[in-house]
């Protein structure tokens, strides 16, 4: 694996030279560079400045944001540790999807590629290192995983799996060097479908070779008919027939028709998050000829002043007093229907998937753009994201309560896992809920939603007009509303969170707001 097996003395199943220092559970990652040392031979500076940036923009933020600690980075490769497996898990697919992103330009060659692995130990924590044979596990799950690939152990994937919305695959029991039981080992695939499509691609490949060997098979049988003696003739006579007949196609025959955009949505596949990171610019502008586009039903908000934020997180004080001027909100997340007529004009960058009136999700916040910048140029309109102070103001309904229905949790007022419905695998179809005090619906629970603002962790300097909150450093915006797969304390309308601007997530879609 390189240098990040050989942690500080190269065996952590020795302890620390001397005692007492303290243990505890952790969800370990570690990974490491896949084929570092020809990088570095081909061109050692120019690679140890990108490992070093790699791991100042994407790899320290990102352990930081997902709660995380730093453990070291050790030339070739880093590991972390973090009190929750959901957010070790999480980190892991940021850091790859986001590595994807960065290596989309660049030749198969010159790419930096991580393996990482995660596993679930408890080990012996030191300021600048850790040991024990949970960390040794992890490392030998990095060893095994594939170029780009999040692998971690069975103690992982029991602690996750009903938690973060993303597919596993197993690779069953797998014997590790110096480790005496097996691990059990799985492939996180962070599109929840990507299991489906994998068995779906293994089924057509064993078709296509069994369509083959009939071929072969048959091609044989007709090559000993043609060479049998007095039958040549005979073949001569008749004509030969093509292997598969085409129809006939008159001049005059109309073209087909095209799809509808309801069409669209069973014939383009939705690219898994696995592969790309979104695009970040928005895609040109319609056609003058297209037809125009279904808009989101809107909800006018007065506006006015309202106390922002609660005491009950951190990320949600200082609490502050925000003057909200009119403007309009979508009275529903923005559905499938919606987002794919814009990927029909060619403007938004996927075709989703699911039924027409479910919330679009697997969005990122630059996808949210696309839409609106379309919306916005189509319609003559200006749709724009909701800014944060606007989203919790319209949330709140008017209210100051801890839900805008009141301080206790109700069953069947908001979409959750312990809302009081069954626990489900997608989001139900949006205003399936009851409507808050201003008439909108699903503005807690149902679909994570993108906002304006970029990710601050605290409201400390933020402004107090109801406008977005921007900064120098963008790389996350906030989600609002949590999702069907989030407890309650999700669903509050002072809870809030942030994440990576480019990477899509299973749960995450928005909603619209217009300006006056």
Known sequence: MGEIRNFRSGNHDEPPPHGGMPRRLAAI???????????????????HARVKRIERDLIQPSIVEHHGSLVKTTGDGFIAIFD??????????????????????????????????????????????????????????????????????GA??????????CGYESLGDRKVKNI????????????????????????????????????????????????????????????????????????????????LPSEAATQTPQPSPSLASAPTSPSPSPSPSAAPPREP??????????????????????????TIKPFSIGKYPVTVREWNECAAAKACGFTATGKDDAPVSNVSWADAQQYAVWLAQATKKPYRLPSEAEWEYAARGGTQSKYWWGD????????????????????AKVGSFKPNPFGLYDMGGGIDQW???????????????????????????????????????????????????????????FRVALSP
């Not at 293994?202 to 072969?216: G, H, K, P, Q, S």
């Not at 069953?411 to 989001?427: F, N």
């Open 297 to 322: 039903e809107m909800i006018a908000i007065r506006g006015g002043s309202f106390a922002m934020g609660s005491n009950d997180d951190p990320t949600e004080r200082p609490v502050h007093q925000v």
């Open 180 to 259: 005496t039981d097996p691990v059990r080992v799985y492939r996180v695939l962070p599109d929840a479908d990507a299991v489906g499509k994998t068995r779906s691609r293994r089924e057509t490949a064993l078709i296509f070779l069994l369509a083959i060997t009939v071929m072969m098979l048959a091609a044989g049988v007709l090559w000993y008919l043609l060479a049998q003696p007095g039958r040549i003739g005979e073949q001569a006579a008749v004509p030969t027939a093509s292997p598969v007949a085409s129809p006939a196609v008159s001049p005059a025959a109309s073209p087909s028709p095209q799809p």
């Open 451 to 509: 906002v304006e603002d970029c990710w601050h962790r605290t409201y400390q300097g933020a402004p107090s007009d109801g406008s977005a909150w921007s900064g120098s450093d963008c790389s996350s915006h906030v989600l609002r509303s949590g999702s069907w797969k989030n407890d309650s304390r999700y669903v509050r309308p002072s809870n809030r969170d942030g994440y990576d601007t480019n990477v899509r997530y299973p749960t995450h879609g």
């Open 29 to 47: 990652i570690v990974g490491d560079i896949v084929s570092y040392s020809r990088l570095m031979q081909a061109d050692e500076e120019g690679t």
């Open 156 to 165: 992982i994937y029991e602690q996750i799996k009903h938690k973060v919305v």
């Open 84 to 153: 929750s497996p959901v957010e070790a898990v999480r980190c892991s697919i940021v850091i790859q999807q986001n590595l994807i992103g960065r290596n989309a330009s660049l030749p198969k060659h010159s790419r930096l590629e991580y393996r990482i692995g995660v596993n679930l130990g408890d080990v012996i924590v030191e300021p600048d290192d850790v040991y024990g044979d949970g960390v040794n596990i992890a490392t030998r799950i990095e060893g095994i995983a594939e170029p780009g690939q999040v692998y971690i152990s």
């Open 408 to 427: 206790k949790l109700q069953p069947g007022m908001a979409g959750c896992k312990d809302c009081g419905e069954l626990a489900a695998e997608q989001p």
